[in-house]
């Protein structure tokens, strides 16, 4: 161990230190080490540093950094984390303050991403020395490692990609939003890993200095969480690995160009245009202003009239002539369930909104999915039909289609489909996590596009079309098998048709991409005039919906953005 030269000063300040302590004293860049794991792990040691935080209130501890360069090593981090026991007195314990700390090294968490953590036993006072200056970024660092514990300034923008207001944390990146790789690459591809580990390389975690769940405000974004996509610039911490991940532990608010809201429901032109829409839980009760809360959704009747006044502002700037929705209530088709009263809700207005009755269903889930025309526009041509069974049994809801006219147009068929989710619970064999980026369940969704695309091609509604859509949530990226799967069979992808550049639907882990699509036989893809998403759910903050501030308007409505398709036909 190498001791470091201490003035007579410094000598009479640890003079109170155990002679153990005093002999014993390093640099915190020699405690840290150049591995993921400290090579003093376990062992009692004394180090030296200026306080740059003191988060005894949210973690429990204080950062430390060395005064100057500390053992001239670049690799090693010149910052640690400090743990502080609630009853453990340091009088006049500040930031700015230099100190002598002894204590035992510890690693707190998982390999490459732990805290390495100096558990307290006692300290003494320093005499005051130069606060260590920030390591000024420009752009991602080599090594998050090489900076833990210390402190950054980034003199480059930070796009934001979402707030997690259960643990304080927002997602950041350097060069613009962060991509989900399978939604521009297939699994196991070379484009895939580049994507996955640029990913990886341009993105760090803001952190509210706080480990306590829900908290009622985070200091760093003292209005609020913000929009997706607005961006931070002269960002300022303390560099972190804690939960597996790197982080930033922001130690001022940051400077935020918020990003801007669309002004308006797009248009696309066509003199059909199809809106597809996930409500994400819309329930009722039981219809008669009580029966909450139900089993998802609005907790009270006052929510859920309040998520119903929201959806309505979604769909009808839409100005759709069809609407697919997935995430209804399954409670049949009577005035008191859920679909009922929503085309109720439509028509306040004076508009001609219908649904169609497939009788019972479909399926037996407890979400379904739904179709609604607007009867001036539209005409239903013969009954509805579902595919049941196989996949369709426990797991993908139940998929609707039904036939249009409109005049004497040609008949399309409008099939509304809702997948298998990626959620893992209960997923085994095939359908678990294959860590090819599709999560679980993929198996059960390539299934069942195979029995959607066989199904389809069988002219279910028995009107000889060739002009037939799939719309809905297939909870699949768009470069992932289900999707891939589809195209090769024929479908075409409406927005790569449309050539609308970068489409997104849906906001995961602070990553853009698609799990609403929309896909066309041939022959109505030669119909199709405009595809577009409207871009008021995905980066929105939890916090405007209906169950918190309930922001006035359609903003965060759902977690999904509405997409509308225009035809002509």
């Known amino acids: 161990m190498q001791s470091i030269r201490l003035t007579a000063a410094l000598l009479l300040a640890v003079s109170s230190l155990p002679a153990t302590a005093a002999e014993a004293v390093l640099d915190i860049g020699q405690v840290q080490g150049t591995q993921a794991r400290s090579p003093y792990e376990g062992q009692v040691v004394s180090v030296h540093g200026v306080v740059t935080a003191d988060l005894r209130a949210g973690l429990g501890g204080v950062f430390v950094q060395s005064s100057g360069a500390g053992d001239g090593d670049p690799a090693t981090p010149e910052g640690l984390f400090v743990r502080v026991a609630a009853d453990q007195a340091l009088p006049g314990l500040q930031v700015g303050q230099a100190w002598q700390l002894r204590g035992k090294l510890i690693e707190d968490g998982r390999d490459g991403a732990s805290t390495t953590t100096l558990v307290l036993e006692g300290g003494t006072r320093l005499p005051d020395a130069p606060p260590p200056e920030a390591v000024v970024l420009t752009g991602p660092p080599a090594q998050w490692s090489a900076l833990e514990g210390m402190r950054v300034r980034i003199d480059a923008p930070l796009t934001l990609g979402g707030t997690d207001t259960r643990f304080g944390e927002t997602v950041a990146s350097f060069d613009g939003p962060l991509w989900m790789p399978s939604e521009r690459a297939a699994a196991g591809t070379a484009d895939f890993a580049q994507i996955a580990s640029d990913n990886a390389r341009r993105r760090v975690l803001l952190d509210d200095g706080s480990g306590q769940r829900d908290p009622a405000n985070l200091p760093y974004l003292p209005q609020g969480p913000v929009r997706g996509g607005s961006v931070a610039k002269a960002v300022e911490g303390i560099v972190d690995a804690r939960q597996g991940r790197w982080r930033l532990q922001v130690t001022a608010p940051l400077q935020l160009e918020p990003a801007?809201?669309?002004?308006?429901?797009?248009?696309?032109?066509?003199?059909?245009?199809?809106?597809?829409?996930?409500?994400?839980?819309?329930f009722n009760g039981d219809g008669q202003g009580g029966g909450f809360p139900t089993q998802?959704?609005?907790?009270?009747?006052?929510?859920?009239?309040?998520?119903?006044?929201?959806?309505?502002?979604?769909?009808?700037?839409?100005?759709?002539?069809?609407?697919?929705?997935?995430?209804?209530?399954?409670?049949?088709?009577?005035?008191?369930?859920?679909?009922?009263?929503?085309?109720?809700?439509?028509?306040?207005?004076?508009?001609?909104?219908?649904?169609?009755?497939?009788?019972?269903?479909?399926?037996?889930?407890?979400?379904?999915?739904?179709?609604?025309?607007?009867?001036?526009?539209?005409?239903?041509?013969?009954?509805?039909?579902?595919?049941?069974?196989?996949?369709?049994?426990?797991?993908?809801?139940?998929?609707?289609?039904?036939?249009?006219?409109?005049?004497?147009?040609?008949?399309?068929?409008?099939?509304?489909?809702h997948f298998k989710s990626k959620g893992c619970r209960d997923a085994t064999g095939a359908d678990a996590n294959q860590d090819d980026g599709a999560s679980c369940w993929n198996a059960t969704r390539v299934e069942t596009a195979r029995q959607l695309d066989a199904w389809l091609k069988s002219d279910p509604t028995q009107t000889g079309t060739n002009h037939a859509l799939i719309v809905g949530d297939l909870n699949a990226y768009a470069q992932e098998q289900p999707l891939r799967m589809l195209r090769d069979a024929g479908w075409v992808d409406a927005f790569a048709q449309a050539r609308v550049a970068a489409p997104y639907s849906y906001l995961y882990d602070g990553q853009r991409g698609r799990l609403d699509h929309a896909l066309l036989t041939p022959a109505l893809a030669r119909q199709l005039r405009g595809a577009a998403e409207w871009h008021i759910n995905a980066d929105e903050p939890d916090g405007e919906g209906y169950a918190g501030n309930n922001t006035p308007g359609p903003w965060r409505s759902s977690d999904h953005d509405p997409m509308v398709l225009g035809l002509d036909l």
Request: aromatic share 8%; glycine share 10%.
């Open 260 to 282: 801007a809201r669309p002004a308006q429901a797009p248009y696309v032109p066509g003199n059909t245009r199809i809106a597809v829409f996930n409500l994400e839980n819309l």
């Open 296 to 417: 998802r959704g609005a907790k009270t009747e006052a929510q859920w009239r309040a998520q119903t006044a929201k959806l309505v502002a979604t769909l009808q700037p839409l100005q759709a002539d069809i609407a697919a929705l997935m995430e209804l209530e399954n409670d049949g088709y009577g005035p008191e369930s859920s679909l009922a009263q929503f085309v109720a809700a439509l028509n306040a207005d004076g508009s001609d909104w219908r649904f169609v009755d497939a009788g019972h269903g479909p399926g037996d889930n407890p979400i379904r999915v739904g179709l609604l025309y607007r009867a001036s526009r539209v005409t239903p041509v013969g009954a509805p039909v579902v595919l049941e069974g196989g996949p369709f049994a426990e797991h993908s809801r139940v998929p609707l289609a039904q036939a249009f006219r409109r005049g004497d147009g040609p008949a399309f068929v409008v099939a509304a489909n």
